[in-house]
């Protein structure tokens, strides 16, 4: 049993003494609502569980898609790179050509 669960069973043992002590109510009408507020209790303990259990598979999920994600935007930049480059390189060529002549001709003058 982990901490949580003992605490929240502590804590409804020592809030339903307390509310027995000092009842206002008639023994029979404050045993009723010990009971629903066990029964509320359990009903939300369960919800908690569910919910706790439900934020675990949505942030297994969400690992799974964002790493799947991180890697296709990887390959999809790279290849964008790559073609980026190749189409690139004969213009940056004849540029550099064009420099060196442009260098030539000043030295030249």
Do not use: W
Not at 20 to 45: C, E
Not at 74 to 79: L, R
Request: glycine share 6%; net charge positive; hydrophobic share 35%.
């Amino acid at each position: 049993m982990d901490r949580y669960t003992k605490g929240v069973i502590i804590g409804s043992l020592i809030g339903s003494s307390y509310g027995l002590l000092k009842a206002p109510d008639s023994g029979k009408n404050t045993r009723l609502r010990i009971k629903q507020y066990f029964i509320d209790l359990k009903v939300n303990q369960k919800q908690v569980q569910h919910d706790i259990a439900h934020l675990q598979q949505s942030i297994t999920h969400l690992k799974t898609d964002g790493l799947q994600s991180a890697v296709d935007v990887t390959e999809d930049v790279t290849n964008r790179l790559a073609h980026f480059q190749k189409e690139v390189s004969p213009q940056l060529e004849k540029i550099k050509g064009l420099i060196t002549t442009l260098q030539n001709d000043l030295d030249h003058q």
